[in-house]
T-cell receptor, first 111, second 111 residues
Framework: KAGVTQTPRYLIKTRGQQVTLSCSPISGHRSVSWYQQTPGQGLQFLFEYFSETQRNKGNFPGRFSGRQFSNSRSEMNVSTLELGDSALYLC??????????FGPGTRLTVL | GDSVTQMEGPVTLSEEAFLTINCTYTATGYPSLFWYVQYPGEGLQLLLKATKADDKGSNKGFEATYRKETTSFHLEKGSVQVSDSAVYFCAFLWGGNQFYFGTGTSLTVIP
């Protein structure tokens, strides 16, 4: 089976812009979670989707949003980018009640 | 609330030294427990897991035992190698879909 894929792998944006990141889960996995990883804050949970519905949400401002499509692919969007949004964004997929499988991440740099 | 407390790093060891990374959790029930590893420039990979009390997870020479009485899941390896240099994350799954991650422990093994 193919693993979790994320696109793009690297992204450079400027403050005030918006960005959309994409994640394709492992085939058959219906749960997709997103995390933000920074050197200072570690791994921070953003949100989790299951069957196109957001089930869990972390403590992030409304500028961070996501969605899931009927094929389980997921996107996350960040609007009005700030310098502090520079991070590695990780996507993980899982089957209900099992371990998460992570993608390689998207490295976002905000200038 | 539910949380994971993980030993802070960074940890630096000489090759062939013994490794312990402490992890304790706070949860209202009996979660599944995991250790993930992140090599430089990559996403997280599952290292090992345990789903019930007294289970021992093992992989690549690493071991961890699910201790219900002390709510702990410490990671150990008898003889580390330079290739083990990475960041290690303790995590638990509770309620079927909510993962909780520790802050990560950076390990550097020097020859």
């Amino acid at each position: 089976k193919a693993g979790v894929t994320q696109t793009p792998r690297y992204l450079i944006k400027t403050r005030g812009q918006q960005v959309t990141l994409s994640c394709s889960p492992i085939s058959g996995h219906r749960s997709v979670s997103w995390y933000q990883q920074t050197p200072g804050q570690g791994l921070q949970f953003l949100f989790e989707y299951f069957s196109e519905t957001q089930r869990n949400k972390g403590n992030f401002p409304g500028r961070f949003s996501g969605r899931q499509f009927s094929n389980s692919r997921s996107e996350m969007n960040v609007s009005t980018l700030e310098l502090g949004d520079s991070a590695l964004y990780l996507c993980a997929s899982s089957q209900q009640g099992n371990e998460q499988f992570f993608g390689p991440g998207t490295r976002l740099t905000v200038l | 609330g539910d949380s994971v407390t993980q030993m802070e790093g960074p940890v630096t060891l000489s090759e062939e030294a013994f490794l312990t990374i402490n992890c304790t959790y706070t949860a209202t029930g009996y979660p599944s427990l995991f250790w993930y590893v992140q090599y430089p420039g990559e996403g997280l990979q599952l290292l090992l897991k345990a789903t019930k009390a007294d289970d021992k997870g093992s992989n690549k020479g690493f071991e961890a035992t699910y201790r219900k009485e002390t709510t702990s899941f410490h990671l150990e390896k008898g003889s580390v190698q330079v290739s083990d240099s990475a960041v290690y994350f303790c995590a638990f799954l509770w309620g079927g879909n909510q993962f909780y991650f520790g802050t990560g422990t950076s390990l550097t093994v020097i020859p």
